[in-house]
């Protein structure tokens, strides 16, 4: 049995296009103990997403006044639309020994990486070139051509925060990128400042020791 041990904070971040919602997916079906931390979004919905389950879809002003009360742990404006993390669910799943990952910006990676360094893992994807990137992005067949050249421009600026991260993947393969994610993810869980229950098991031992001696 694995002992207790801190929440993680597993950000994800790229430019638009690199992967990190397929991989995102991916890991959340590979752990599903693990909690995706729903984001607030003031952009429309896309086809098939669904409020509450990609994105909470909000108004500017109910977003605003999220964010006035307090409620968001990090929050940014992306693409003009504004993005944020709202706080009490990764609260409840940390306090509860769960992960919770995040798809967001590097805006919100750092503000969450101030806030709560101890408890995060940050892992930066980068597509293999800017060619695949375009070309992914294309081939998701979500965006117009106008959303395409402006998620491209802002993929520069994106790309320039990747020294940032704890971590970086250069996603070629899926299947292979999808594999690193799980070993950081695995390795992460293991470091021993995050094994509560490893004192105690020690300390048991150490007793057994103890008595065996006499
Ligand atoms: P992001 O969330 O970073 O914007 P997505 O996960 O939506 O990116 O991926 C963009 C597109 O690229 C999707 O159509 C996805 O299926 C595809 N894709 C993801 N990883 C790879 C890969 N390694 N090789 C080829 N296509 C990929
Ligand atoms: P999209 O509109 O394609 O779903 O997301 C656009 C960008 O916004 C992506 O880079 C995504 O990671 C980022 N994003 C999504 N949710 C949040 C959030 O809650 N906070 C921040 N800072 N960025 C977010």
């Known amino acids: 049995m694995q002992s207790a041990r801190r929440g993680l904070l597993i950000i994800l971040s790229s430019p638009s296009g690199a992967g990190k919602s397929t ?3 991916s890991l959340m079906a590979w752990d ?8 607030a979004t003031t ?9 509450g389950r990609e994105y909470y879809f909000r108004t500017r002003d109910a977003f605003k006044q999220m964010v006035d009360q ?8 992306v693409f003009g639309n504004l993005y944020g993390s709202p706080k009490a669910p990764v609260e409840a799943a940390i306090s509860q020994g769960r992960d919770v990952l995040f798809d967001i910006d590097w805006q919100g990676g750092q503000q969450i990486n101030t806030a709560m360094a101890d408890d995060v893992v940050s892992i930066f994807v980068l597509p293999p070139s800017i060619e695949a990137l375009e070309t992914r992005l294309r081939g998701r067949g979500q965006d117009s051509d ?3 050249e402006a998620r491209m421009k802002k993929s520069r600026d994106e790309i320039s925060h990747w020294a940032e991260y704890d971590y970086c993947l250069v996603n070629h393969d899926i299947k292979e990128a999808e594999e690193q994610l799980r070993a950081i993810i695995t390795a992460e ?8 229950g490893l004192m105690d098991l020690v300390r ?3 007793d057994e020791f103890e008595s065996r001696s006499q």
């Open 189 to 196: 869980r293991l470091k021993r400042r995050r094994q509560l």
């Open 32 to 39: 599903n103990s693990l909690s995706f931390s729903v984001s």
């Open 43 to 51: 952009r429309a919905p896309r086809d098939g997403e669904k409020d």
């Open 70 to 77: 307090g409620e968001m742990l990090e929050h940014a404006e």
């Open 204 to 206: 048991d031992m150490n």
């Open 146 to 148: 106008d959303v395409i």
């Open 23 to 25: 991989l995102a997916r």
